[in-house]
């Protein structure tokens, strides 16, 4: 599959928020300033690829083999809030003024369904694994 088609649809056919009406709190919440509205859009796109990349591991190499992959939702949940728990800690560290900026709103990129949702759709289109951090990236 062509990367580049693959990242338009992604942004303009099947936008996340748009399209599938995945997303929408935090982007209806953090929307009215628009620095706290970037740094919230890079903690998600940076939790939605790193979280598709744990969750396409985990479907290949163990809910496929094992034959457990109805507690696909249960895996993929753990790992987004696994993340989120560590991209907080960061930007605490690292950036406080956006930590503080984002507030209630990064606690809640856990509860995203775009998150989930981007990372069960890459495992339902079948995507390899560069194919689904692309999509993650563009999707996010």
Do not use: H
């Amino acid at each position: 599959m062509d990367y580049f088609l693959m990242i338009i649809g992604a942004i303009f056919v099947n936008n996340i928020l748009l399209a599938q009406y995945l997303g929408n709190c935090p982007f209806l919440g953090c929307s009215k300033d628009t620095g706290v509205a970037s740094g919230m859009a890079g903690a998600v796109i940076f939790v939605c690829v790193l979280a598709t990349a744990i969750t396409w591991i985990i479907q290949i190499y163990v809910l496929n083999p094992f034959g457990i992959g109805y507690l696909q939702t249960i895996f993929f949940i753990v790992v987004i809030a696994s993340l989120v728990q560590f991209v907080e800690l960061f930007l605490k560290k690292a950036m406080p003024g956006l930590y503080s900026a984002l507030g209630i709103f990064l606690p809640l990129i856990t509860t995203n369904c775009a998150v989930l949702g981007i990372a069960i759709l890459c495992q339902r289109n079948e995507y390899g694994l560069i194919q689904s951090l692309i999509y993650s990236f563009a999707a996010g």
